[in-house]
């Protein structure tokens, strides 16, 4: 392999995201801003211990419910040539291709994971096998620019 990825694929350096993951934490992020917000508001005072303070803090477990759900919906890896940024629930890290040996998926995973030249492993949820074949291609791609742009590729010619 030269030092380009597969040249079938449209754009190599096209972002991961996850698409069914992606789309139901959408789902929750509105559907618990609407639900806890519309309970806040309608409330019946039941006596004097429901007041304001109490509305507001039910909205705030609302409001926390969509910022955990919208930082799942956020999940992204982005390659460029220099290296990989992942984007993953709790943190994101940025690595350079020499340091990605080999990605795994397959098992009972959920979602991709690199091998790093430091012996440890660092999971991508920018793709996960819920995306059916759409996980697998995408697997694929990261698996060629890690080929192309990884620990062997130093000494291929471009």
Known sequence: MSGTPD???ADPFAPFRPRRGRVVALAVVWTSLLIFGTIAVIMPDQDGRWGPADRLMLFGVGVVIA????R???IVAVPSRSGLTIRNLLLTRTLEWPEVV???FGGGEPWVSLDLLDGDTLAVMAIQKA???V???EASRLAALVEAFGE???GRPE
């Open 7 to 9: 040249p079938g694929s």
């Open 67 to 70: 910022a955990l759900a919208w």
């Open 72 to 74: 799942y919906a956020s």
């Open 102 to 104: 080999g990605i795994q």
């Open 131 to 133: 995306d059916g074949e």
């Open 135 to 137: 996980a697998d291609h």
């Open 152 to 154: 062997g590729a130093e």
